[in-house]
């Protein structure tokens, strides 16, 4: 074989190929998108295996039999998905509210985890993760309908109906994942977005937080405070399994009841069957056997209870004001502060259908949802805009004096450096010693920059991040421009190589020796225009000789 035929050979080999997973490769074909909807709603199936592995060990510590295994884990998943249920011929819908969130959480960093694994995710893949999560999850809820269905003569619990069941699965679906999609593209979408949307958004985000914040410090608080009541309900477990579980029932309704708070703290009501409750007056009536149920109050508030409202405006006021620099114009400001009421608004109505329900014979749990809304929205609306548009002036009047004060320093700053780069020994006027006299500058004034704003650090930074700012400074050394003597009128434009390196020496003096170089120009002020008439480049001196200007 030839060299030839080798070579030939050798350029014939393909490159070996690069087999790329599958969540990374090109997004533009359809098999791409499925398997990003597949990798999406992994969680559905790794948490139904999870929940079939606890019943699983459940039954086998309890010494019961496993007939029962499919359907319990039927209604686990039912529960997970906040379906409501019936017991027997008893409605059961006030359900808990933590493993929803809990769920809802896993669905949204799986989400996001997948999106960051495809190259130039778009609309077409943050779609199909989310319709995979929520197909997913309808699938194994009308397999848990037909599993319930199937065992109902043995089992009493099944679904109330199942588009309940098929609607409340894919609402779960649809906000775990579609948060997920908003983590992984909020960056882009705060090009599009405006800036007071954007605002309101984080804005009502915090007054939600806060509100919810609150409500949860109040209800341990009351733990604490109602202890004996919550040790004889804990006491009705009799043994730890009992006791365990009545532990994990509250800490289940936990959020529910912090929900149902947060209501309260805008001067809402919330109710328990027969029983309700707000800042105002409270009603008696019969409450379940569980730990959580001691927390709520069975006599006439006090006065002081009256301050949660009290607390709800201080917390709306600041952080209003905190997030005032955000904004530029009065009318961006108010606009974002009543969208982040109109938010806490929602909120507050949907709380008694997300966190609400029918509690058997104990009657409706939920919120007065219209009058805590209302009171919601009036309340941070305008407690908020007044305070984010007060904030707004204070900080728009300290930005125009702070901008007042740096304009006149860098107008100081400039008049310093062209007398800096004046002849030394020669002031503005054409005077002798008037160097000296343009070093002299009002340095309090410049050094009490900002001294009328809050924030002096503002100006500062904006001085020295200012690229075009000519800012003379006196320990510098002076450049070769400012140290060299200008050209006197009738010198050449070009002096010989021998006489530049003769006199580049001023040029490099430092700092320390200015004054020497102004002594030397008060000794001789006529050599340069000496020298000028004797380097006329046309043989000629000067008709008209004028000393240095």
Same mark, same amino acid.
């Given at each position: !074989? ?25 997004? /533009? ?63 059961? $819908? ?7 969130? &809990? ?18 995710? $778009? ?22 309908? &037909?599993?319930?269905? *199937?065992?109902? *003569? ?18 779960? /679906? ?28 984080? &804005? ?32 009705? $477990? @009799? ?5 365990? =579980? ?7 309704? %936990? ?8 209501? &309260? ?21 019969? !409450? ?46 108010? @606009?974002?502060?009543?969208? =982040? ?33 209302? !009171?919601?929205?009036? %309340? ?5 805009? /007044? ?28 008049? !310093? ?22 070093? @002299? ?18 100006? *500062? ?8 700012? #000519? ?7 002076? *450049?070769?421009?400012?140290?060299? #003597? ?64």
């Amino acid at each position: !074989m030839g060299m030839s035929d080798r070579l030939s050979t050798v350029v014939s080999v393909s490159p070996p190929r690069v087999i790329r997973p599958a969540a990374r490769r090109s997004p /533009a074909g359809a098999r791409s998108l499925l398997w990003t909807a597949a990798a999406a709603a992994l969680p559905v199936i790794v948490t139904v295996l999870v929940l079939a592995a606890l019943t699983l060990a459940g039954l086998v510590f309890t010494s019961d039999g496993f007939d029962s295994l499919f359907a319990v884990v039927a209604v686990e998943w039912l529960v997970l998905n906040r379906v409501p249920l019936v017991v027997d011929t008893i409605e059961l $819908g006030f359900l808990p509210l933590l493993p929803p969130v &809990l769920y809802a959480a896993v669905l949204a960093r799986q989400t996001r985890a997948v999106l960051a694994d495809v190259e130039q995710p $778009g609309a077409r893949e943050a779609g199909a993760a989310v319709a995979g999560v929520t197909v997913a999850g309808l699938l194994l809820t009308g397999l848990a309908t &037909l599993l319930v269905g *199937s065992a109902a *003569s043995d089992f009493a619990v099944r679904e109330s109906s199942l588009p309940s069941a098929l609607l409340w699965t894919a609402a779960v /679906a649809i906000v775990g994942a579609g948060l997920g999609v908003w983590l992984y593209f909020r960056r882009d979408l705060r090009e599009v977005v405006p800036l007071w949307v954007r605002g309101g958004i984080h &804005l009502g985000a915090a007054f939600v937080a806060a509100t919810w914040a609150v409500a949860t410090l109040l209800v341990l608080v009351g733990l604490v405070a109602a202890w004996e009541p919550v040790a004889t309900a804990l006491g009705i $477990g @009799k043994d730890l399994v009992g006791t365990a =579980a009545l532990t994990a029932i509250s800490a289940a309704y %936990l959020p529910n009841v912090v929900i149902g708070g947060a209501s &309260l703290l805008v001067g809402g009501e919330a109710h328990l069957g027969e029983a309700s409750y707000s800042v105002f007056a409270v009603s008696r009536g019969p !409450m379940p056997e569980v730990p959580l149920a001691a927390v709520l109050p069975t006599t006439t508030p006090h006065w002081a209870v009256q301050g949660l409202l009290l607390v709800t405006v201080v917390l709306a006021a600041a952080l209003a004001r905190s997030v005032a620099h955000w904004f530029r114009t009065t009318g961006d400001a108010v @606009k974002a502060a009543w969208l =982040a009421a109109a938010i806490v608004a929602l909120v507050i109505a949907l709380s008694p259908v997300v966190a609400g329900g029918e509690l058997g014979v104990l009657g409706t749990v939920g919120t007065g949802s219209l009058i805590a809304a209302g !009171m919601g929205l009036v %309340l941070f609306g305008i407690i908020g805009s /007044a305070t984010i548009a007060l904030s707004l002036a204070g900080l728009t009047r300290r930005r125009e004096r702070a901008e007042s004060e740096l304009e006149r320093r860098r107008r100081r700053a400039g008049t !310093m450096t062209d007398d800096v780069t004046a002849p030394a020994g020669v002031d503005a006027d054409g005077r002798p010693g008037g160097y000296d006299d343009a070093r @002299k500058v009002d340095d309090d004034e410049i050094d009490h920059l900002g001294a009328d704003t809050d924030h002096p650090e503002d100006a *500062s930074a904006d001085l020295d991040g200012a690229p075009d700012a #000519d800012t003379a400074v006196d320990a510098d050394p002076p *450049s070769g421009a400012a140290a060299e #003597d200008p050209p006197v009128a009738g010198e050449p434009a070009e002096e010989p190589a021998e006489d530049a390196a003769e006199e580049s020496g001023p040029a490099e003096r430092p700092a320390g020796d200015t004054e020497e170089v102004a002594g030397d120009a008060r000794e001789a002020p006529e050599e340069p225009a000496e020298e000028a008439a004797e380097d006329d480049s046309a043989g000629l001196p000067d008709e008209n000789p004028r000393p240095a200007d």
